[in-house]
């Protein structure tokens, strides 16, 4: 069971999140940061009158706005930036900010706390490899502004802050740069696998849906189609006893009778057993029933693992009676389809009922659950550190997916050894929703 471990997923995340980044997000971004860098000289120079290097000051905010009409022109407004140039064009920002502090102070300039920002969207919308490129990017221009700059701004005689000072802003805004991107990154992962998780969830229960509307209509099939098949059986016996055994028709005669019967055996099939194929989605069943259906429905079980099912009552009171909800199908079937993965001669799957709960306990005697992941079952792309085996989405999806119908999920070891998980109903919802 849940002693698997997730499917593989690189280290930093997944797959490369390429695509995320917004084209005109990124301009409008730019823009705000070129006009700010533009109000902020004008307002030093002509607000409080200090001294600046203004033509290559000028020149540097010019580039930046350049660079921006450039990749607003040749790319469309809606389009994504790749991974790569994602990467570039952040790059070049903190390159051209860099230059900018150069000429205007390095660290002792309090606008160089904005090389966060390149760092902050990157971890936000760029993979991991590029989010560590321009980190390193920002840690190499802030140890260079702290050697080497042109001196602050200042009316009168030139400041120069003590040189440990400058060293103290310097560590200070690598810890930031450095805090705030891991920050940032783990927050954009989190969310980007929680919605890929849930996307697969959406799937998953489409596709139980598809089977199950499939199921309803090959049983009204059945049912339709009986009628004239049974007319053409009738038809066909009728001749087979009107033409002589020598006839060379007798033949045809006997394969059209024994083709029709075939086909009515196989109509028989579909309407008398429509879980095989999901069933009619409104259809009413026991509870045991439908966790039976689900057990069928599970991937068969391996050589020498059986399958266990029970059922009975707690207090006397009567079995409820459920919907054939496809969340309960896919997800019970995806649990005993894990036991049955790890199980080593048995998976047990009992069903309890009493007046006021209904309560599916899944068991196998295998390992048990990974006690490092015990409590973080039900997480996405959840990681197992004893590893052998895969999980992938499949708990989460079976959690997911049985919460919708109002189910609890308790992820235990036995005494006994094996894992076991509890999902339970209040038997008022679960009734009253039809699950």
Known sequence: MSEASPARIDKTGGPARAGRLRLRTLVVIRWVAVMGQAAAVLFVHLGLGFDLPLAPVGATIFAAALSNVIMAMTRPAQARLSDRDGAIYLAFDILQLSLLLFLTGGVQNPFAILLMAP???????????????????????????????????????????????????????????????????????????????????????????????????????????GSPLSTIAVVAQELRRAVSPDDPLSEDIALLVSQSQRCRDILARLAERPEQSGGAPFELLPASALVEAAAQAATAAPPGVATRLAAAASDGSGEPLLARAPEILHALGNLVENARQFARTAVTVETRWSADELTVTVADDGPGFAIDILGELGEPYLTNRRGGGHMGLGVFIAKTLLERTGATLVFANQASGGAEVAIRWRRADIEATGA
Do not use: K
């Open 119 to 225: 760092v902050t969207i990157a971890a936000a919308t760029l993979s991991g490899s590029s989010t560590v490129a321009l980190v390193g990017l920002t840690v190499a221009a802030i140890a260079c502004l702290g050697a080497y700059h042109l001196r602050l701004p200042w009316a009168g005689e030139a400041v120069e802050m003590p040189g440990i000072y400058q060293a103290g802003i310097g560590v200070a805004l690598t810890v930031a740069t450095l805090f705030i991107a891991v920050y940032a990154w783990s927050l954009s992962n989190a969310q980007r696998r929680m919605l890929d998780a849930l996307a697969a969830t959406q799937a998953a229960l489409a596709r139980e849906q598809r089977l199950s509307a499939l199921g309803g209509l090959a049983a009204a099939a059945a049912h339709e189609l």
